[in-house]
């Protein structure tokens, strides 16, 4: 039996709209220490430059604005699907990292970003029945998982300061 191409986007979408709903349900976000030094921020623009280079536009509530670049234009379409819920065929290491935490209870519920050395890294926060943190991740992914599982992207306040610096 072949199913329509429409068929199957609809079947996905149910099904990655219940799962983001899943992880919605994942307890409350509370501040700790780390929190402090940090402001939430969202996708504001998502695109790619002329070199097949992905670049994306983190905004805090206040203007402040990051880009973030040096990444492949395959991520950054990846995450322009996520944030607008098209073409929910996932990468293979996004369906991964599901699978995972769908196995062991666990959510993601924020994502941190701060620089390391010259790089940007972040910081991945699950809960379940415990709570795992995984440490200095590249921040494009993380970014392109807060957008796939729609939670919170912190970002280090120092960071935005030294963006609208270099921008002005």
């Known amino acids: ?71 492949s234009a395959e991520k950054a379409r990846n995450m322009l699907d996520f944030k607008e819920m098209k073409n929910l065929e996932v990468s293979s290491i996004y369906n991964m990292l599901e699978q995972i935490c769908e196995n062991s209870g666990l959510s993601l519920f924020k994502v941190r970003i701060y620089s390391n050395g010259s790089a940007l890294r972040a910081n991945l926060y699950f809960k379940g029945e415990k709570e795992l943190i995984l440490r200095n991740y590249r921040a494009s992914d993380a970014v392109a998982l807060a957008a796939f599982h729609d939670v919170p992207i912190w970002i280090r306040k120092d960071l935005l300061h030294q963006s609208q610096e270099l921008n002005s």
Do not use: C, W, Y
């Not at 220490?33 to 994306?56: A, L, P, R």
């Open 1 to 71: 039996m072949k199913f329509s191409k429409n068929f199957h986007r609809r079947f996905l979408k149910k099904i990655f709209s219940k799962m983001r709903h899943d992880a919605k349900k994942s307890p409350e976000i509370k501040f700790n220490e780390t929190d402090i030094d940090s402001e939430i921020v969202k996708i504001h623009k998502i695109g790619t430059n002329g070199f097949d280079q992905g670049i994306v536009i983190l905004r805090s509530i206040d203007g402040k604005n990051l880009p973030i670049s040096s990444f």
